[in-house]
C-alpha cells in the first residue's frame, strides 16, 4: 500500500515540474513575438507580419490610420449656416365635410360655412452667402403668405428677414437681413463633384442645430424625383432629415457644394437617400433673384412634352424610348412658328442627345435668351432639323 502510495506522489510531481517547465517555455515565446513584431512591420516581408500582428489582439481597438478627419471643416462651416422660422398664413375652409370626398365630389368646395385663416409655421435651414447678409434656403421653407422670417445666427442672434425673391421650379429662395461682418461658406464648382467624394450635411434637423453628419456624394445629375419642375440633384447618403433643409451640403474643403432639400424615405426619416440642389444651379438662381428678383429662363413657347413609353415608340415606329414626345403645344408659340407640330419626337437640342422630356426642359432654360437654337425632331419616320429662338420664360416676380 505504501509503495503504491508513493509512486502516486512521484506521478504528481512529475506531471507538476512538467507543467511548469511548458508553460514557461509558452510565455517565453510569446515575448519573443511581442518584441519582434516592431522590428517586423519596420522591414520583415508581409507574409512574415501577418501571423504575428493576428497574435496582438489590442491592435484592433486602435483606429485606421488615414481616416477622414472632419473636424477643421466642420468647425467652419457651422458659422455660415443658420436657422429659419417662417410664419405663414394658410386660409382653411371651416365645413366640417372640407375632407371629405364624397362630399366635395357631390358638391364641390362648399363656401356656406365660410373660411378663416390659420398661421402656420415652416422651420428650416439657411446657408450665409454673404458677408451683408444674403441667405439662400428652400423655396417650401419660406412657403406662401409669409408674414414674418426670423432667422436665427450661430452666435444665437434671431433677426427679422425679408424675402429677395423665391424659385419654385428649383426650389430655392433668397432672404437678407441688415447684418454686416458675417461668416461666409464659399461657393464650390459644383461640377467637380465626384461619386464617392466626402460631402457634409448642415442643418437643424428636429431644431436641433447645427448638426453635422457625413456621407458620400451617391450620384449626380438625379431627376423625375417630384420635388420641382428643374431638378438636377446631388445624391448623397448623408443624413438628411426635417429641418435639414435649406441647409449647406460641404465639401472637404469646406466649401458649398449644394442645398439639402429633400430625402426619398417611406417612413419620413432618414433611409440613405438625400438630395441637394448643386451649387451651380443654385448660384445661377441667386444670381436673376438678386438682380430681378425673379429667375429668367429660355422658353420655346408652351408646349407639353412626355416621356416616350415602349407602346408609345412602337406605335410611333421609333426603334427606342430615348427622345421627348410632343403632345400639345400652343399655335402663338415659337416652337409652333418654327414647325414643330404635336406628334414629333425632340432626340436633340444644339447637338445633345435628349434621353428624356426633363432633360428637354433644362437645355431649353438654360440657353441663352435671345439666342437661336437647333433641334433634331422624327416625324412620321424622318429626321428633321428645326432652327428656332429662345425668348424669356416669364416676367420677373415682384419683391415679396
Given at each position: 500500500?505504501?509503495?503504491?502510495?508513493?509512486?502516486?506522489?512521484?506521478?504528481?510531481?512529475?506531471?507538476?515540474?512538467?507543467g511548469?517547465?511548458?508553460?514557461?517555455?509558452v510565455?517565453?515565446?510569446?515575448?519573443?513575438?511581442?518584441?519582434?513584431s516592431?522590428?517586423?512591420?519596420?522591414?520583415?516581408?508581409?507574409?512574415?507580419?501577418?501571423?504575428?500582428?493576428?497574435?496582438?489582439?489590442?491592435?484592433?481597438?486602435?483606429?485606421?490610420?488615414?481616416?477622414?478627419?472632419?473636424?477643421?471643416?466642420a468647425?467652419?462651416?457651422?458659422k455660415?449656416?443658420?436657422?429659419?422660422?417662417?410664419?405663414?398664413?394658410?386660409?382653411?375652409?371651416?365645413?366640417?365635410?372640407?375632407n371629405?370626398?364624397?362630399?366635395?365630389?357631390?358638391?364641390?368646395?362648399?363656401?356656406?360655412?365660410g373660411?378663416?385663416?390659420?398661421?402656420?409655421?415652416?422651420?428650416?435651414?439657411?446657408?450665409?452667402?454673404?458677408?451683408d447678409?444674403?441667405?439662400?434656403?428652400?423655396?417650401?421653407?419660406v412657403?406662401?403668405?409669409?408674414?414674418?422670417?426670423?432667422?436665427?445666427?450661430?452666435?444665437?442672434?434671431?433677426?427679422?428677414?425679408k424675402?429677395?425673391?423665391?424659385?419654385?421650379?428649383?426650389?430655392?429662395?433668397?432672404?437678407?437681413?441688415g447684418?454686416?461682418?458675417?461668416?461666409?461658406?464659399?461657393?464650390?464648382?459644383?461640377?467637380?463633384?465626384?461619386?464617392g467624394?466626402?460631402v457634409?450635411?448642415?442643418?437643424?434637423?428636429?431644431?436641433?442645430?447645427?448638426?453635422?453628419?457625413?456621407?458620400?456624394?451617391?450620384?449626380?445629375?438625379?431627376?423625375n424625383?417630384?420635388?420641382?419642375?428643374?431638378?438636377?440633384?446631388?445624391?448623397?447618403?448623408?443624413?438628411?432629415?426635417?429641418g435639414?433643409?435649406?441647409?449647406?451640403?460641404?465639401?472637404s474643403?469646406?466649401?458649398?457644394?449644394?442645398?439639402?432639400?429633400?430625402?426619398?424615405s417611406?417612413?419620413?426619416?432618414?433611409?440613405?437617400?438625400?438630395?441637394?440642389?448643386p451649387?451651380?444651379?443654385?448660384?445661377?438662381?441667386?444670381?436673376?433673384?438678386?438682380q430681378?428678383?425673379?429667375?429668367?429662363?429660355?422658353?420655346?413657347?408652351?408646349?407639353?412634352?412626355?416621356?416616350l413609353?415602349?407602346?408609345?415608340?412602337?406605335?410611333?415606329?421609333?426603334?427606342?424610348?430615348?427622345?421627348?414626345?410632343?403632345?400639345?403645344?400652343?399655335?402663338?408659340?415659337?416652337?409652333?412658328?418654327?414647325?414643330?407640330?404635336p406628334?414629333?419626337?425632340?432626340?436633340?437640342?444644339?447637338?445633345?442627345?435628349?434621353?428624356?422630356?426633363?432633360?428637354?426642359?433644362?437645355?431649353?432654360?438654360?440657353?441663352k435668351?435671345?439666342?437661336?437654337?437647333?433641334?433634331?425632331i422624327?416625324?412620321?419616320?424622318?429626321?428633321?432639323?428645326?432652327?428656332?429662338?429662345?425668348?424669356?420664360?416669364?416676367?420677373?416676380?415682384?419683391r415679396?
Amino acid at each position: 500500500m505504501s509503495k503504491r502510495f508513493g509512486l502516486f506522489v512521484v506521478l504528481v510531481l512529475a506531471g507538476f515540474l512538467g507543467g511548469v517547465l511548458v508553460t514557461g517555455w509558452v510565455r517565453a515565446a510569446e515575448s519573443s513575438r511581442v518584441l519582434e513584431s516592431p522590428r517586423t512591420a519596420a522591414g520583415a516581408p508581409a507574409a512574415a507580419a501577418a501571423p504575428q500582428q493576428r497574435s496582438a489582439p489590442a491592435a484592433s481597438l486602435v483606429p485606421a490610420a488615414g481616416g477622414p478627419d472632419f473636424t477643421r471643416v466642420a468647425s467652419q462651416a457651422v458659422k455660415g449656416v443658420a436657422n429659419i422660422s417662417s410664419l405663414q398664413v394658410v386660409r382653411t375652409r371651416n365645413s366640417p365635410f372640407s375632407n371629405d370626398p364624397f362630399f366635395r365630389y357631390f358638391f364641390g368646395d362648399d363656401e356656406m360655412f365660410g373660411s378663416r385663416d390659420r398661421r402656420s409655421l415652416s422651420l428650416g435651414s439657411g446657408v450665409i452667402i454673404s458677408s451683408d447678409g444674403y441667405v439662400v434656403t428652400n423655396n417650401h421653407v419660406v412657403g406662401e403668405n409669409v408674414r414674418e422670417i426670423t432667422i436665427a445666427l450661430p452666435d444665437k442672434r434671431e433677426i427679422k428677414g425679408k424675402v429677395i425673391g423665391a424659385d419654385p421650379d428649383t426650389d430655392i429662395a433668397l432672404l437678407k437681413i441688415g447684418v454686416t461682418g458675417l461668416p461666409v461658406v464659399p461657393w464650390a464648382d459644383s461640377s467637380q463633384l465626384k461619386v464617392g467624394e466626402w460631402v457634409l450635411a448642415i442643418g437643424s434637423p428636429f431644431q436641433l442645430s447645427q448638426t453635422v453628419t457625413a456621407g458620400i456624394v451617391s450620384a449626380t445629375g438625379r431627376a423625375n424625383m417630384g420635388f420641382a419642375a428643374y431638378e438636377d440633384f446631388i445624391q448623397t447618403d448623408a443624413a438628411i432629415n426635417p429641418g435639414n433643409s435649406g441647409g449647406a451640403l460641404i465639401n472637404s474643403r469646406g466649401e458649398l457644394v449644394g442645398i439639402n432639400t429633400g430625402i426619398y424615405s417611406e417612413s419620413g426619416g432618414y433611409q440613405g437617400i438625400g438630395f441637394a440642389v448643386p451649387s451651380n444651379l443654385a448660384k445661377r438662381v441667386v444670381a436673376d433673384l438678386m438682380q430681378y428678383g425673379g429667375v429668367r429662363r429660355g422658353s420655346i413657347g408652351y408646349l407639353r412634352i412626355e416621356k416616350l413609353t415602349p407602346e408609345l415608340a412602337g406605335e410611333l415606329g421609333v426603334a427606342n424610348t430615348n427622345g421627348a414626345l410632343v403632345s400639345q403645344m400652343m399655335r402663338t408659340s415659337e416652337a409652333y412658328d418654327a414647325g414643330v407640330r404635336p406628334g414629333d419626337i425632340v432626340v436633340s437640342f444644339n447637338g445633345t442627345p435628349v434621353d428624356d422630356p426633363s432633360q428637354l426642359q433644362r437645355l431649353i432654360a438654360d440657353s441663352k435668351i435671345g439666342s437661336t437654337a437647333t433641334i433634331k425632331i422624327l416625324r412620321n419616320g424622318r429626321t428633321m432639323e428645326v432652327r428656332l429662338p429662345i425668348v424669356s420664360s416669364a416676367s420677373p416676380r415682384v419683391r415679396r
